[in-house]
Structures are given as C-alpha cells and as structure tokens.
C-alpha cells in the first residue's frame, strides 16, 4: 500500500521517518510510504528535544483553527499532483489534518468514495468541524460527525500513550465517535505524547498488530 504520511506540530517529516522507523520495519515490505512536511515554520516540539535540535527549522500545517482549512486545501491539492493513495499516517496535528481532510471530503463530495482506503492516526489532536467553518467562520471541535454525515467507513488504526496528556488523550479516544464501530482498531501503548518506539516494551508490536489488523480490513474491502 502506498502511504501519505504526515508529520506532527513542532517536527518534520524527516522526524516523522525517524520516529515511525522500527513500526515500518514491523510492518513488513509491500508498504510505501511518502513523507509531506508542513510549511509554516514553527519552535521545535518539546517532546523531541532528544532527537532533534531547537536551532534547525521544524513545521507545522497550520498555526490555529482559523488557517486549517488553507491546510485541508493544500493538502488536497498535493493529493491531486501526487496521488492517488491508499492510506494516511498521521501523528499529532497530521493524524487530525488527516481525519479532518475525510470528513471534509465527505461533507463536498458525499456521492465520492473517500480519498484513502485506511488511515494510521498516533495521538491524533483537534479536529474541527469543516462544515460548520464554512458556514460560519466558527471553530467547533468534533467528538462526532456533523450532522448528515455519516461516520468514516473506513480502517482506522487509532493509536495513543497512556502517559499523554489529559486533553490529547481524551481527544484520541473521541477518535471512535468519527468512526464507524466495526472499523475503528485502537491500542494505547505506555509511552506519552509519541509514537511507539522499541525503548517501550510490547508497544511497537501492539501498534503494528492493529495497524495490520486495519490494513487487512481495507484489502478485504
């Protein structure tokens, strides 16, 4: 399968490859997976002082709710030059970019197959409402779908730290309000705001047992 992968707030996509490294070891060859750095320049997310250096440029997609929809703009134009894809891994603001570019999607082309076939989502942040910002200029975080929009029927690998923060994770968990029931796989590794990493015991095989689990579920239709 072929992958957009999308990097979180603070980071890089170079980051983003080195973080997801041992969890597309894991996951075996017959995956592809293409790294979208964000634009705006940004301070370094505190969370990857070990791995990175506050002094180089890190990124993000969008600087607030009210720039979010020039990101699901863009990110749909690169789609369009650059696609098609078969699935999106996100983690952070990328995973709920990723989440709000499907729902946007289902809200302008509800006749149209959704643009991925599975999504990879770690520690997925804010998620708004495209419908509702477009109608009002308002700001509105989703812990279900707008209403007449049905839930995203496709494989949803969500995946989070028990260790995360309150808010991160509670946003993370809501992730199975967007989702239909029998297409949401979740798994909550003992690390904080951050992808599985070999250093966490059993966590990077528990992410890569869902996140195939999902995969599975898209080939099977």
């Not at 707030?9 to 017959?30: F, N, V």
């Not at 791995?51 to 607030?64: K, W």
């Not at 946003?171 to 590794?189: D, M, P, Q, Y």
């Not at 995969?215 to 099977?220: E, G, K, L, T």
Request: charged residues 15%.
């Amino acid at each position: 399968m072929r992958f957009i992968c999308l990097h979180g707030k603070g980071t890089s996509s170079q980051i983003l490859q080195m973080q997801t490294a041992a969890l597309r070891h894991e996951l075996g060859e017959g995956h592809v997976f293409e790294f979208v750095g964000g634009t705006v320049q940004c301070p370094m997310a505190p969370e990857i002082a070990h791995i990175s250096n506050p002094d180089i440029p890190h990124y993000e997609y969008f600087a607030g709710a009210s720039s979010y929809l020039g990101a699901l703009q863009k990110l749909e134009e690169y789609i369009q030059h650059h696609g098609p894809y078969d699935g999106v891994l996100g983690f952070s603001q990328g995973a709920g970019l990723a989440l709000m570019y499907l729902i946007r999607h289902s809200h302008l082309y509800p006749r149209k197959p959704l643009p991925f076939r599975v999504a990879i989502l770690f520690s997925r942040i804010g998620v708004y409402n495209p419908a509702h910002w477009m109608a009002t200029g308002e700001a509105i975080a989703l812990v279900e779908m707008p209403q007449g929009l049905n839930k995203l029927n496709i494989p949803v690998a969500a995946i989070w730290g028990e260790n995360d923060w309150d808010l991160s994770k509670s946003e993370a968990a809501n992730t199975k309000g967007l989702v239909r029931e029998n297409c949401i796989w979740s798994f909550v590794h003992e690390g904080e705001h951050e992808i599985p990493r070999p250093a966490m015991k059993g966590s990077v095989l528990g992410a890569v047992k869902v996140i195939k689990r999902a995969i599975a579920q898209a080939r099977m239709g």
